[in-house]
């Protein structure tokens, strides 16, 4: 029988979809019998009601009255030490470069060798901020110090080498979806409450960062609803939500947006839409076009980073060139108008989702990569997902 491991999970808790991915596989992780430790500054928002084989350890930030800023990366770095000390810890596994994975490393020079490192790289820890010459050495000896290192995408992978000039291996682990909770959920009464009979709904969900190019979501929306009878349900809340609620107000559309801030329950939200808007400038993967293709609904989005191997372009939706919004506008009338290939690409989004990218085949990635960097002989057979 292999070995259980105990593994420290350190991520973003409250935001984004590097802590989703962290605290998922975590999850995941204490089913199959790990023992899960979440090192963070707060309970991980999916994380949810007790589960067995999950602890959780608060950072708590030193307030030393000489500090002019509290030093939460060293609070994190010795919270990280003293958990690997006292449960005992086979690994640190970090996700994003900053401050976690250079946290980790020095947790390690504190415990020493036994203790093994993994960092999963998920995007603007590359792609914004390894570009800040100010962070790309401290970014790169974090890298070069991880026993593993993961990216969610082989464009990741590719623009971490190329920024950083570093040649270590990389593990490809793409995102994933627990298929017992994204699938296609019967919402004919919540959808109702948004949309008439005849009507669409185009979505769009993200933190409302200028990457996000949200404005192109308005656009493509204003062109697709002069031609199909239609709504834009935005989820979600960040920098840029007043200038969109400001272009929105422009083009006269405020009777056919709505705002639902962020949600919890995504899968519930995103069976009610029609198509999801990703029209992103940068995005190393695009986690809620895996979530949308896993209820049967497509994307229409951009080429950017890693989201050509996800999106199955003319197959599971449509890509553009980044900004192109008359493209991603004929696109998505073109699905919305015919219901044949409409309904061809929703049972192509399903069954890409479930076999490609599902909690099991990418939990038991992960697994086989925590028994490499420890050196154990693990036999994990990564399973066929139907
Ligand atoms: O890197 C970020 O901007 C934040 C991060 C997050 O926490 O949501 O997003 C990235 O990680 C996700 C999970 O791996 C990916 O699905 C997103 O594509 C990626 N975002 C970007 O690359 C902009």
Redesign the pocket.
């Known amino acids: 029988m292999v070995r259980r491991l105990k593994i420290g999970i350190t991520?973003?808790p409250t935001?984004?979809?590097?802590?989703?991915?962290a605290t998922e596989l975590g999850k995941l992780l204490a089913e199959k019998g790990h023992e899960i430790h979440f090192i963070t500054h707060s309970m991980p928002f999916r994380l949810g009601q007790f589960h067995k084989n999950i602890f959780y350890h608060e950072v708590e930030v030193n307030d030393y009255y000489v500090f002019r800023y509290p030093p939460y990366d060293l609070s994190l770095a010795s919270k990280m030490a003293q958990v690997a000390k006292m449960q005992k810890l086979d690994l640190l596994h970090v996700?994003?470069a900053v401050p976690h994975a250079i946290c980790a490393h020095l947790a390690k020079e504190m415990i020493g060798d036994g203790l093994r490192t993994v960092t999963?790289l998920?995007?603007?820890?590359?792609?914004?901020l390894a570009q800040d010459e100010t962070l790309k050495d401290l970014i790169r000896l974090a890298i070069n110090r991880s026993d593993a290192v993961t990216a969610?995408?082989n464009d990741?992978i590719k623009e971490t080498r190329e920024l950083l000039e570093i040649d270590r291996e990389i593990d490809l682990t793409y995102?994933f979806v627990d298929k017992r909770v994204y699938y296609p959920r019967d919402c004919a009464s919540l959808k109702c409450d948004f949309v008439g009979k005849d009507e669409k709904i185009l979505m769009h969900i993200s933190?409302f960062?200028p990457?996000?190019r949200v404005g192109d979501v308005v656009d493509v929306f204003a062109k697709v609803s002069a031609e199909v009878p239609s709504r834009l349900l935005l989820v979600g809340e960040g920098p840029d939500l007043p200038k969109v609620q400001h272009k929105i107000r422009e083009l006269g559309l405020e009777d056919r947006v709505h705002f639902l801030g962020k949600q919890d329950d995504v899968a519930h939200v995103i069976s009610i839409a029609d198509l999801m808007l990703l029209p992103?400038e940068?995005?190393?993967?695009?986690?809620?076009a895996?979530e949308a293709m896993a209820c049967g609904v497509p994307t229409i989005g951009s080429f950017a980073?890693?989201?050509p191997e996800l999106v199955a372009h003319g197959e599971t939706g449509y890509l553009s060139p980044i900004g192109d919004t008359e493209d991603m506008a004929a696109n998505a009338i073109r699905l919305l108008q015919d219901e044949r290939l409409y309904r061809q690409f929703r049972e192509a989004c399903i069954y890409r989702a479930h076999t490609q990218f599902c909690n099991d085949l990418i939990t038991a990635e992960y697994e086989r990569i925590y028994y490499r960097v420890l050196g154990i002989e693990a036999e994990i057979p990564l399973p066929v997902c139907e």
């Open positions: 991520c973003y935001l984004g979809g590097s802590g989703v991915v996700h994003y999963t998920h995007g603007t820890d590359i792609t914004v969610v995408s990741l995102n933190n960062r990457v996000k992103s940068k995005e190393s993967f695009g986690l809620v895996l980073g890693g989201i």
